[in-house]
């Protein structure tokens, strides 16, 4: 082999050796409980917490670019495969005490500000399902993608922002502050969910992007714990993304109904629509009620309209056309008066558009005999 061969392999080791090593020394700074930590966890607590109350999306989402937890939980993953324990101790430590901070502040904001009730940002957090652990897992391993490679540095913010640890551990805080003990519950699924999806995320990027830990990737009782404990988190996330998968479609279904219900109460002769006096405005169905409640606004030129006899006329034919699901009608009009002077009208030669023929009526039907 030639000597510069030999020379340009060993510079080439030196290198990735040197380049590990700071890579090392990078992520054993980020695993330490530091003022800094301290100070950024604080104040993303009291935005975030301040924000869920507000219920102001945009101040939560400036809490989420500040909150610093991403990095201890890099650390934890790349421990994991460096199979040092202590390290990895000392990082889930760090993390650990940011959740204890942030708690016990959003406790404490909770109980100053005292709201009687709570908003969707607070609300959003507390039902988990699959479509959260599926964005851990990528932003986790993004994260870790531009952690090594230091020109997609400028993805970690707008990672933050995807998936978010501080503010489910503030809901936690606000939530127990007011004794929602099962709403409280259902933040912690969030933030457990986020925590081990980035952390696994991270892994399986730095196993695929460094040959050095690819083997501990399958061999690491840490790293396979993890996986596991991601795994069992299936259960209640599937159960909940099942339940908003039913109740999506159960609510296009009632978007549907509604829909054809004012086509035919619009265009049907036998209903609201067909009668010149009656201009239907909108429906709207109550689908709480038993039987479903269709509530129609309509406006009328004559104040007697509609009679009682023709809501119940319409009712038939829709429960008729809707069977066997039966619906109430209730309608709703307002009058309007109809003012202008007589005016003669114009001889057929000036006619721009000829008046519509009128349909001829139905033979009335006769019984046998007749």
């Known amino acids: ?61 400036g809490a989420m670019v500040v909150a610093p937890w991403i990095l201890p939980l890099q650390a934890m993953a790349f ?3 460096r199979g040092r324990v202590p390290m990895f101790l000392r990082a889930l430590r760090t993390l650990l005490l940011g959740v204890v901070i942030c708690v016990l502040l959003a406790m404490g904001v909770s109980h100053l500000v005292a709201l009687p009730s709570f908003g969707s940002e607070v609300l959003n957090r507390t039902s988990p ?18 952690k090594l490679r230091k020109e997609a540095i400028s993805a970690l913010a707008g990672l933050a922002i995807a998936v978010a640890l501080v ?25 457990t969910t986020n925590l081990l999806g980035i952390m696994v995320g991270a892994m399986a990027t730095l196993g695929t992007l460094e040959k050095v830990y690819r083997r501990r990737l399958y061999h690491s009782h840490l790293g396979i714990t993890s996986v596991a404990l991601t795994a069992l988190l299936l259960i209640p996330l599937g159960s909940s993304f099942f339940r908003l998968l039913n109740q999506a479609r159960r609510e296009a279904k009632a978007q549907q109904l509604e829909t054809t219900i004012e086509q035919q109460l619009r265009t049907s002769t036998i209903t609201l629509g067909g009668d010149p006096g009656i201009d239907l405005m909108d429906l709207k169905i109550d689908w709480q009620k038993n039987p479903p409640l269709i509530r129609a606004r309509v406006r009328v ?17 829709i429960n008729k056309s809707q069977a066997p699901l039966h619906f109430r009608l209730v309608v709703q009009r307002t009058a309007v008066d109809l003012i202008g002077p007589e005016t003669a009208p114009n001889p057929p030669a000036l006619e721009v558009l000829p008046p519509a023929p009128v349909p001829p009526l139905p033979l009335k039907q006769t019984r046998q005999g007749e």
């Open 79 to 81: 421990e994991i495969l």
């Open 301 to 317: 030129t004559d104040p007697q309209l509609p009679t009682s006899k023709q809501v119940a006329a319409v009712q038939n034919f």
């Open 167 to 191: 503010p489910p551990m503030c809901v936690v805080g606000i939530l127990v502050a007011s004794s929602y003990w099962m709403e409280a519950y259902g933040a912690l699924l969030l933030f």
């Open 129 to 146: 399902n699959l479509l959260d652990l599926g964005v851990a897992l990528v932003a986790g391993a993004v994260a870790m993608y531009a």
């Open 1 to 61: 082999m030639p000597a510069g061969a030999t020379v340009s392999s060993s510079s080439s080791n030196a290198s990735e050796d040197d380049r590990l090593e700071a890579l090392r020394l990078e992520f054993e700074q980020e695993a330490s409980f530091s003022q800094v930590f301290v100070v950024l966890t604080v104040g993303a607590t009291l935005i975030a917490t301040l924000g869920l109350l507000a219920n102001s999306p945009g101040v939560v989402i």
